[in-house]
């Protein structure tokens, strides 16, 4: 495996503050290693997505980071924990190292201002002894890169369609060559057909330029197709993390199996589809023990009592592998 760009160790994150405070994120590890693509998957409420912010610091009030790192390996210089970043220097680590793609492109997209000086805004930000003429051709290159003519620089976002606004926002997020990309829910306004259309070329561009991906979706099925591996959280917990086809093909953790059984298989023959009955849980009112009890279908005598720890399986591929579940005992505890 290459080696890692950004490892993030026991990350808490809460919301509000001492008895009122609600835990969103709880004892995060996670590795993103250099060039790959890492799924983060998980109901609405399982803390993807405060775990993006709380990553990069961008947590609004009352979300705090109440504990943990976040070490950056730069390409060249020692690491650093982007956690104790002032606010100048996460101010140049944003874009430039890391950059974040929102949901919603219209809502991230400044509807007053033209496609080129959104782009060229970046660039006038970060690098500003680049001359004019310099950021409008880099721009001009980023949106042809993404897949959009050159000649729509000067259109604004409401003249583009929902798959044109997304890659523009892609383009704005790469156009300072950043090593981590994280994608939250990306494609979750698009057609399915669009969705695959940005994904593929999302890719492509990562082999070209090298950049690693967090890649955070409710979509199991997308991550499948385009992760290397890919990490399930529940509760505001990491519950599994394994290779995306291991995962595919041999989840071991019953919520896992819950989110492969809700979409539609990729071969083979028709069958109704599962899902996962009852909803995620409050987090103001966590189950005892395994947050996942109430609705596993495996519960059993340790599940309520007891919170599962994340750990390599005693399994074959145990090493390549984690899981936090009673069923399977763990050889190495994680963190
Ligand atoms: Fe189900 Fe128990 Fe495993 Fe939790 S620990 S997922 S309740 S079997």
Redesign the pocket.
Known sequence: MSEPVLEIKNLNVDYGLGDQAVHAVRDVNLTLHRGEVLGLAGESGSGKSTLAYGLTRLLAPPGVVSGGEVIYHPEKGEPYDVLGLTDKQLQAFRWAETAIVFQGAMNSLNPVHKISTQLTDVLAAHEPQMSAHSRNARAREMLKLVGISADRMDAYPHQLSGGMRQRVMIGMALILQPQVVIMDEPTTALDVVMQRQILGQLIELRERLGFSVIFITHDLSLLVEFSNRIAIMYGGRIVEEAQANSLYRDSL???SKGLLSSFPALRGPRRELAGIPGSPPDLKAMPTG?S??PR?P???E??AGNI?VLGNPDTPDGANRTVA???HPVKQPVG
Do not use: D, G, I, N
């Open positions: 953790h019953p919520y395994c996942f009890h596993c495996r519960a059993f340790p599940c599962p579940c009673w069923l």
